[in-house]
């Protein structure tokens, strides 16, 4: 999928409140622009054809081994990539869920079957693809059910996609735990953790074998040397990026109280994502609405597959900006 991921704020003229993102973008970020400015001139040379320097930050930030780590270009590269590795597959996704799963799969030849809790995992499908916590519903699958699943199937290949992770106080795989099991790839969004969306940076997490085999289906240079650079400084400078998760998540639970009280269903969330449904009329209206009239940006979820037109997803922001929202909400309701 090209379009319909969201976020579409170049469609408008102004967005005061993106509540579409499921980026944080409230982190201070003036060091890290100070530092990629200083490294502007080492884009006149080419970067690693594998950045090492940035896998060996990642993994001694992790207590891993630098031989259990891939940096991409952005978990979708991630993504393709790892569908390109098991080509011809049999998949099994967790829906509903980011579409490009399934995008990624049928490209690369995947049978793609869809289902919705891990009791329903087929004995026989060789690679399951779970989003955790889930976008766009924000719920998480505990952990220790997670883990009984993937031992339980030992011959399938568990993709597990973190980039979430840092969104919630509920126990998710981490890295250091996902390297001790043969048949799990952990997907993790430096995207998501440090709010630069526009960068395009990810990795991935497995046991070495498993690396090794993702990391035959590389292309040189597919990271750039500015996003290796602020990777870098990223890593070194992660105590600044830290959220804060009581607080995000009281906001969360405030916020979906006030929207069941406008007559809006809210699904039952872990995270700042919160997946709402309108008891009548159709999402892209209502966001059309509030783009235009209030500046506020919420997500169609209409294009995720087994939702419906009456959906949307919003990310939780500030209380002041949230009540924004709120109030507009309030306006349509009374239109």
Request: hydrophobic share 40%; proline share 6%; with cysteine.
């Amino acid at each position: 999928m090209i379009n319909g991921h969201g976020d579409d704020i170049y469609d408008y003229a102004e967005i005061k409140v993106n509540f579409s993102s499921n980026v944080y973008a409230r982190f201070p970020q003036e060091g890290l622009l100070h530092h990629l400015t200083q490294s502007l001139p080492s884009v006149t040379n080419y970067p690693e054809p594998k950045p090492r320097q940035l896998e060996q930050a990642l993994a001694h930030y992790w207590g891993i081994s630098s031989d259990a780590l891939l940096a991409t270009n952005g978990a979708t590269q991630a993504i393709y990539q790892i569908a390109q590795t098991f080509k011809d597959s049999y998949s099994a996704i967790w829906m509903p869920t980011f579409s490009e799963y399934e995008d990624a799969c049928r490209m690369n030849g995947h049978t793609v079957y869809g289902f919705r809790a891990l009791a329903d995992v087929p004995d026989s499908v060789q690679v399951v693809w779970i989003c955790n916590p889930n976008n766009p519903i924000g719920c998480v699958v505990p952990k220790e059910d997670l883990e009984k699943c993937i031992l339980s199937h030992p011959h399938t290949i568990f993709i597990i996609d973190g980039s979430y992770a840092g969104f919630t106080q509920k126990a998710t795989l981490s890295p250091m735990e996902v390297v001790a099991f043969p048949n799990v790839v952990l997907l993790r969004s430096m995207t998501k953790d440090y709010a630069i969306p526009g960068l395009r940076l990810g990795y991935i997490v497995a046991s070495t074998p498993l690396i090794e085999k993702i990391a035959s289906f590389s292309l040189p240079w597919s990271v750039n040397q500015l996003a290796i650079e602020a990777g870098l400084y990223l890593v070194a400078h992660a105590e600044d990026y830290r959220l804060d998760l009581g607080g995000m998540r009281r906001e969360a639970e405030r916020m979906s109280c006030a929207l069941s009280d406008l007559g809006i269903e809210v699904f039952p969330s872990d995270s700042h994502i919160l997946l709402c449904r309108m008891p009548q009329g159709q999402a892209c209206d209502l966001k059309h609405y509030l783009a235009s009239v209030h500046q506020l940006l919420i997500r169609d979820a209409a294009n995720f597959k087994g939702l419906d037109a009456s959906y949307f997803r919003i990310a939780v922001q500030s209380p002041q900006e949230d009540d924004m929202l709120l109030n507009a909400l309030s306006e349509w309701n009374r239109r």
